[in-house]
């Protein structure tokens, strides 16, 4: 998946998440899950743009600007700030940790030149911790857009993000 905010309409993808996804409560994190992939990222306008459109009073359904922000923020899968064309999360939990995640951490690390939340100048990688993937038995992980590689080793590095020119 590549992001791109370039000529983009913010106003007709929340327009188009919120008629596809409808405006209850259960369909908040979808609407923003389909922002995040359309535009990029979650940003406070796009906030602001829900929040007028899901409050119904009259259906008694009232959200405020601080509980949209809090749920893009608290889950991994979204973004609330610019990110890179390709999202390189990898996983910190215990098991990927024993099974050589510390190694792979360090040379990720070196290869993108980047820390945790960074971004690197050309913005083609961002790079992020999550707690945990799910696939602990096939750790260490690394989740980059939607692609999943399990028992990544540091010298697999360099093809792996080759990929993602």
Request: glycine share 8%; net charge negative.
């Amino acid at each position: 998946m590549s992001r791109t905010t370039d000529a983009v309409d913010l106003t007709a993808i929340v327009t188009a998440a919120i008629e596809k996804h409808g405006r209850r409560p259960d369909a908040f994190i979808p609407i923003l899950l389909e922002i995040d992939e359309q535009y990029g990222y979650v940003p406070g306008e796009a906030i602001r743009l829900v929040r007028k459109s899901v409050n119904r009073p009259e259906e008694q359904v009232m959200v405020s600007e601080g509980q949209l922000y809090g749920l893009a923020s608290f889950y991994d899968m979204l973004a609330t700030e610019k990110t890179g064309r390709h999202v390189v999360r990898f996983c910190e939990s215990a098991p990927c940790h024993v099974q050589g995640g510390r190694e792979l951490w360090k040379a990720l690390q070196e290869t993108l030149n980047l820390k945790a939340g960074e971004t690197d100048t050309n913005s083609r990688f961002t790079l992020k911790t999550v707690s945990c993937l799910g696939v602990c038995g096939v750790g260490p992980v690394l989740l980059i857009d939607d692609d999943l590689y399990g028992n990544v080793t540091p010298e697999q590095l360099n093809d792996i993000l080759a990929r993602y020119e």
